[in-house]
T-cell receptor, first 113, second 113 residues
Framework: GNSVTQMEGPVTLSEEAFLTINCTYT??????LFWYVQYPGEGLQLLLK?????DKGSNKGFEATYRKETTSFHLEKGSVQVSDSAVYFC????????????FGPGTSLSVIP | NAGVTQTPKFQVLKTGQSMTLQCAQD?????MSWYRQDPGMGLRLIHY???????DQGEVPNGYNVSRSTTEDFPLRLLSAAPSQTSVYFC????????????FGPGTRLTVL
């Protein structure tokens, strides 16, 4: 079945450091891929998405590229801020079951001044 | 638009008690889902609905019931609460065909003693 794997956390970075959170997936066909962010005490919010191979999603300085050949969708940001401290979830939606989202376990990020 | 709303925000139950978690959306979205979030496990789908009058089971449906009598509301019922149901519960909605972005409510934190 479909699944999403994320790098283990927690991740702690200093402000202005470079961020990479790895995400790989297993799916039949060509799913849509997402990154969601959950700030403390809140629900999940869509951060960015990509719907086909080689698409790059970007938002708030974060980027991720849909790599079909490596079945990956790694999240990157060039310079993190304290306000980026949150839990990040990689997710996929199959084109044939678009009402079911498969989430990774989440990666907690703490950015220290 | 209020988006996706959930009540209550917090709830403490005793083992064996029943209760209903409320979820409503005012965006006229077709699809709605319930997830539970547990540490290290990401979000797991409990039940979902593709429209009024239509519901189906997700990954972890046991101990929960749902109904969808209107497009707006999708309540989750715990029939006889157990400590294993201690979790944070999120309701989400998707506009429908052609869109697979999920909109999440703020969550309900449930503790079963």
């Amino acid at each position: 079945g479909n699944s999403v794997t994320q790098m283990e956390g927690p991740v702690t970075l200093s402000e202005e450091a470079f961020l990479t959170i790895n995400c790989t997936y297993t799916a039949t066909g060509y799913p849509s891929l997402f990154w969601y962010v959950q700030y403390p005490g809140e629900g999940l919010q869509l951060l960015l998405k990509a719907t086909k191979a080689d698409d790059k999603g970007s938002n708030k300085g974060f980027e991720a590229t849909y790599r079909k050949e490596t079945t990956s969708f790694h999240l990157e940001k060039g310079s993190v801020q304290v306000s980026d401290s949150a839990v990040y979830f990689c997710a996929l939606v199959s084109k044939t079951s678009y009402d079911k989202v498969i989430f990774g376990p989440g990666t907690s990020l703490s950015v220290i001044p | 638009n209020a988006g996706v709303t959930q009540t209550p925000k917090f709830q403490v139950l005793k083992t064996g008690q029943s209760m209903t978690l409320q979820c409503a959306q005012d965006m006229n979205h077709e699809y709605m889902s319930w997830y539970r979030q547990d540490p290290g496990m990401g979000l797991r789908l409990i039940h979902y609905s593709v429209g009024a009058g239509i519901t189906d089971q997700g990954e972890v449906p046991n101990g929960y019931n749902v109904s969808r009598s209107t497009t707006e509301d999708f309540p989750l019922r715990l029939l006889s609460a157990a400590p294993s149901q201690t979790s944070v519960y999120f309701c989400a909605s998707i506009p429908g065909l052609g869109s697979n972005e999920q909109f999440f409510g703020p969550g309900t934190r449930l503790t079963v003693l």
